[in-house]
């Protein structure tokens, strides 16, 4: 699957594609929204970084506990309830009056649930495409999320200054809502991937079977600390420049949709390997270039070009994809995702705790740094992990094409 025309011509994948819009759509307008709503009642860049990205680090809890039911649980009754309680959260966030302690509180439970809504969402497109569109597939996700980000944080500003923060909590609720339906009508009604019941220790045991292996646990460290660590770093937009943290966001959000249609429909494979690498270096080096606290021009150019490194998460999830048994695959990408989403929450927190006792270019530049620090000592292994899984590759498109031979040669039945 090579084109956006049989992407979509894809039963499923419309409404499927919809519904991911609307909850990233979603928790763009309403994060920024209560960062912004956090950092205006407290003055603290730690509490404002951890009021949009706090409820990342929750997703461990759902990761170590709830994973296995992504696999057990029928797609579409999941997809819809966990929109739903996304939504409903959301909306009570917007209570006036509500103390802080219960707002983060009240991001705790859905940051949990976002694990095996990851695990959810993801196997269901495993599912809706064949493995060989997956990449395609989640590009074009990649790219929704990047365009809803663009977007949702614009709206969001204009929200905000026209309304209030809570009033723009409310326009977040709202989006969740619209994704719930979307999935409860467009989605058809699947059985679960996988039988048994679903626990903490089955979580535990897949867990531990996927992190079994060097290459994938070298593929998963690669798609979370990196990626976790400059996160860090766009969690302090608010407080680097408060009156132009929506810009920052949206041409954050742009390089990233420009790398994913780079990556994921321009770049032939052979290059996609070659620029791997340096994809990777790319998404930390140029924030470096925030130290000075150059004019707004230059910021902007310097985060839009760092985003395009993301991209290289495509990559590595390919990867992994490849090096991973069909029937864990659900729960190797909610792994991966719940993994990821947490590692931003790490970052953020320590960007955050980082610009309290510095200031926030000071805290972006030595998270950059330890980003590029992480690559850097992942390179070997990761260039391990890629042969092996071009290994793996090949040996399955010979399986198949060894059975379709056989089945081509088999005697007509009765």
Known sequence: ?????????TPEFTPFFLTSSFQVA?????????????????????????????????QVVGAAALLSAADRL??????????????????VQALPGLPLWAAFALLLGPGTLAALGGGVRYGLLNEILSR??????????????????????????????????????????????????VARRGLVRRAPRATGRPSVAETWRTNALLWSSKHRRTVFVALWVPNGLIVGCESLFVPYDPGHAG?????????????DVLTGRLLPRRWRERLAGTLRLLLAVPYLVLLPRPGLPLALAAVALASVGFSAGLLLQEQLMALTPEELSGHALGLHSSGMLTMQGVGAALAGGTAQLTSAPVAMAAMATASVAVTLALAPGLRSAAQASRSTAAATRSSVAVSATRTKRSPAGP
Not at 28 to 56: E, H, K, N, Q
Not at 137 to 163: D, E, H, K, P, W
């Open 132 to 181: 060989e569109g997956y990449l395609l597939g989640r590009s074009v996700l990649n790219m929704s999320a990047g365009t809803m980000q663009i977007c949702g944080f614009g709206l969001g500003g204009v929200l905000i200054a026209t309304l209030s923060p809570r009033g723009t909590l409310l326009a977040g609720a709202a989006l969740y809502f619209a994704a719930a339906v």
């Open 26 to 58: 979603g928790q763009t307008v309403s994060g920024l929204a209560l960062g912004t709503l956090i950092y205006d009642r407290t003055g603290s860049p730690l509490l404002s970084a951890l009021g949009m990205f706090g409820p990342s680090l929750a």
């Open 1 to 9: 699957m090579r084109t956006y025309r049989e992407l979509f011509g």
């Open 74 to 91: 029928p797609p579409r009754a999941a997809t819809v309830g966990l929109a739903l309680v996304f939504g409903a959260a959301t909306a």
């Open 247 to 259: 810009p920052l966001f949206a041409f954050a959000a742009f390089g990233m949709l420009v790398g």
